[in-house]
């Protein structure tokens, strides 16, 4: 994880919902964690039955030479008293994968708060000099299952004993990944055929790069990145840091002080606000992205939408037309290139024809 844009999307993955505006304790949307990516101990999920998942897997899809290697990098938050980073690194030769799976237990200790997991990495052949990698990661720490008491309360006490926003970062050399959202016709099929339960394996890095795969908790497209624009985590990438920033800044006096005595990186996080210049806020609105007709883009849906924005996630698409509705709010209205029936779209029959904000597009070049 040396590619510094790798390294900052990671950590922004790590902290996600870690804290939410206004930032203090005592808010109700700060006195329960419900961070994605929560895998929480065996015998605690599957008493809840309510599908708190206490395994992630991922499924990807590798070109390789005779002596590839994959390394993974799985990661995590422990919440003890403070949060501490936890990761778990493993190397192997792809060719001794196919020969046998591999199991590595892990263990990790503080403030009285022990946690066990298995990662389990497999690789089979499927097709010419492709392999599909299995990554799975389990969670094993010995739990005692509360008796009694409200859900959210027993929820709260399994979070010690759980692997928080868990993600894993899976590396090549001799070989390169195939896009799952968009691989090549041949290998459509079998990348179809790819699993996953609780992440979204896509590639990161520089565009056009192959030997980085982000498994994530949350939909990404290809290559996705922090905007460049972000002076600083706001623990909610569904929100806007402009708008993040506006709200902090009309934080009362007494609500600025509640932040600062409390968690320390709600503390930095209000520093770092209050410390921007007028031209660093200006900044926040972001780039400004021009579309025309017959441009193509790739579709890249804000976090949390419908199915919808699931399955077209990562697809490319041209634009066909700019709206704007009663409102005033702008939309790209686009046709999906590898849809049978875009010919309809592109003469305005529903169905064919797709809607987004300007940000959620990337242009292709």
């Not at 009663?326 to 849809?339: I, K, L, N, P």
Request: hydrophobic share 40%; glycine share 8%.
């Amino acid at each position: 994880m040396s590619h510094d844009g790798i390294a900052a999307l990671a950590q922004a993955l790590l902290y996600e919902g870690y804290l939410l505006y206004p930032y203090r304790a005592s808010s109700v949307k700060n006195s329960h964690r419900w961070m994605l990516g929560t895998l929480y101990p065996r015998a605690f999920a599957e008493d809840q039955r309510e599908n708190d998942p206490w395994f992630m897997q991922a499924q990807c899809l590798v070109h390789r030479e005779s002596d590839a290697e994959i390394d993974a990098h799985v990661r995590f938050l422990h919440l003890t008293e403070q949060p501490r980073e936890r990761q778990v690194h493993l190397a192997y030769r792809l060719s001794r994968l196919c020969e046998a799976p591999q199991s590595v237990p892990f263990a990790f200790e503080a403030d009285n708060a022990q946690l066990h997991g298995v990662v389990d990495i497999a690789a089979a052949p499927a097709g010419d000099r492709v392999v599909k990698v299995t990554l799975c990661v389990r969670n094993v720490t010995p739990f005692t299952v509360q008796a009694a008491g409200p859900a959210a309360s027993r929820r709260d006490g399994a979070l010690r004993s759980a692997f928080v926003s868990a993600h894993a970062v899976l590396g090549v050399r001799d070989g390169e990944f195939v896009s799952l959202l968009d691989p090549p016709a041949s290998l459509r099929e079998v990348a179809d055929s790819c699993i996953h339960v609780g992440v979204w394996p896509v590639l990161v890095g520089s565009p056009g790069t192959r030997d980085t795969m982000l498994a994530a908790p949350i939909i990404l497209e290809d290559y996705p990145r922090v905007a460049p624009e972000s002076s600083g985590d706001f623990f909610d990438a569904t929100e806007i840091d402009e708008l993040l920033t506006s709200r902090v800044l009309t934080l009362t006096d007494e609500e600025k002080a509640a932040v600062r005595s409390g968690d320390p990186r709600a503390r930095e996080l209000l520093e770092r606000t209050e410390a921007l210049s007028e031209g660093e806020r200006r900044g926040l609105y972001g780039a400004q992205r021009t579309f025309r007709p017959g441009m193509r883009v790739r579709i890249a849906p804000y976090p949390g939408g419908d199915v919808l924005d699931l399955a077209l996630a990562g697809r490319v698409a041209t634009v066909v037309s700019l709206e704007e509705d009663v409102d005033g709010r702008h939309f790209v209205a686009v046709t999906v290139d590898d849809d049978p029936g875009r010919d309809l779209g592109t003469a305005g029959w529903p169905g064919h024809r797709f809607f987004f904000r300007p940000d959620e597009l990337e242009p292709l070049t």
